[in-house]
């Protein structure tokens, strides 16, 4: 049986490693602890084909959150061979625990989906919709897996490099 926290609580951090999020997550909740950690959902493809398969990934990997009024189940579960290795972040006042209200803005996070497009080409003319060039225009100079390298116009100085996990904030331009 999980325990559900009360409507307004305090929530302890617990860290762990990076791609054993997910598994934390699973085997607190397998033994009745409400643990929660943002997820989106991505299609990756299956290997050696071309089919694709929709796969869970934690947004901020390492981090899992459990209601302050669970803390003793915390801490007895560090304790199971069975359960990923985590600790509890806490300082020398005890552990840290986050405000449910802030923890509100990662429920949207991961409640929006998550759209991965292909880098834009090489030449391409882009709009930046949002961030610190908002409104500006630029023209793709290279373009891999992991970032797009892009000319601001107005900033003639240097190229900036623009990680294509937040692609979604570029718009591409025709004009």
């Not at 694709?52 to 003793?72: H, M």
């Not at 989906?113 to 100079?141: A, C, D, K, N, T």
């Not at 900033?155 to 623009?162: K, L, T, Y």
């Amino acid at each position: 049986m999980i325990v559900r926290p009360t409507a307004a609580t305090d929530w302890l951090v617990l860290r762990c490693s990076s791609p054993k999020t997910l598994t934390l997550v699973r085997a607190l909740q397998d033994r009745g602890v409400h643990a929660w950690t943002p997820v989106w959902t991505r299609t990756r493809r299956i290997p050696r084909s071309n089919k694709t398969r929709p796969v869970q990934v934690a947004c901020i990997p390492s981090f899992v959150f459990v209601p302050s009024v669970q803390e003793g189940a915390a801490r007895y579960f560090m304790r199971s061979p069975h359960v990923a290795d985590y600790t509890i972040l806490d300082t020398d006042r005890g552990p840290i625990l986050i405000p449910d209200r802030q923890l509100g803005h990662l429920r949207k996070i991961a409640d929006k989906p998550v759209i991965m497009r292909p880098p834009p080409e090489v030449g391409r003319q882009l709009r930046f919709v949002s961030g610190p060039f908002e409104g500006h225009h630029g023209r793709v100079l290279k373009s891999c897996k992991k970032e797009v390298v892009v000319t601001v116009e107005g900033f003639p100085c240097r190229p900036v490099e623009i990680a294509t996990s937040i692609l979604f904030e570029i718009a591409a331009y025709d004009g």
